[in-house]
């Protein structure tokens, strides 16, 4: 019997200017940071798409944050993906609830993607499930800050979010979250790490990088030739 299809979840943020991207804004401004997570959302939802595409039957799904973006959020990914908010008091409390929403959905494997990795290819959601089907229980997608981009779970695991939740957004959440899951007794596997796009180093490291996006690409090297900064 073959393997049943995943259920694919990105998390964001609205793309709204001062709350999102902000250790971006000394580069972009409060309006750039807002049209980069615009760009980045559409990039992430397209790549899952393309995922999908190979396994017709993915189903593909938005969580956002704030709850009251869904219905802005729903306007720009359209019929691709269905729209939801975001559950919870920490980014643990609120991925553990996206799984959650998901497998009460449908049973199967479950793909959670943020939209934070320019350089997430459709090929790498595919290498996720691949392993999952493969036998292992949890996979990670490290990310260079210590923290992850991608976790893809063959069923829902809680413990795996469970950790200190003064952690999140430290540089001992991958650490924290494996040691969660091996202590769970599940097997792990991992993706090749990816750098996040989340300061002006980063900005500038993914902006010499020919493989990313136009749009994207686009964004960073105006901020540069504005400020001078492209050296």
């Known amino acids: 019997m073959s393997s049943p299809p995943p259920t694919v979840v990105v998390m964001t943020r ?107 290819t459709s090929e790498r959601i595919i290498e996720a499930t691949e392993l999952l089907h493969a036998g292992h229980d949890v996979v990670f997608g490290p990310a260079l800050d210590a923290g992850y981009y991608l976790i893809a779970l063959r069923r829902p695991a809680p413990a795996v979010f469970d950790i200190d939740p003064t952690l999140w957004g430290g540089p001992q959440v991958l650490e924290s979250s494996v040691a969660a899951a091996l202590a769970a007794g599940l097997d792990v596997a991992f993706l090749p790490t990816l750098r996040d796009l989340d300061t002006p180093e980063d900005a500038r490291a993914l902006a010499a990088d020919a493989a990313l996006p136009r749009a994207i690409h686009a964004i960073l090297i105006s901020a540069f030739e504005q400020s001078c900064d492209l050296a």
């Open 14 to 120: 609205a793309a709204r200017p001062g709350s999102t991207k902000t250790r971006l804004q000394p580069l972009l401004g409060a309006a750039g940071c807002a049209r980069l997570q615009q760009a980045l959302l559409a990039h992430t939802v397209r790549i899952a798409a393309t995922a999908s595409r190979v396994a017709p039957t993915t189903s593909l799904h938005v969580a956002v944050e704030p709850p009251d973006a869904v219905a802005e959020v729903a306007q720009t990914v359209g019929t691709t993906a269905t729209v939801f908010a975001q559950q919870g008091s920490n980014l643990g409390a609120r991925m553990c609830a996206a799984v959650a929403h998901a497998a009460a959905t449908r049973p199967g494997p479950i793909v959670l993607i943020g939209t934070d990795v320019p350089l997430l």
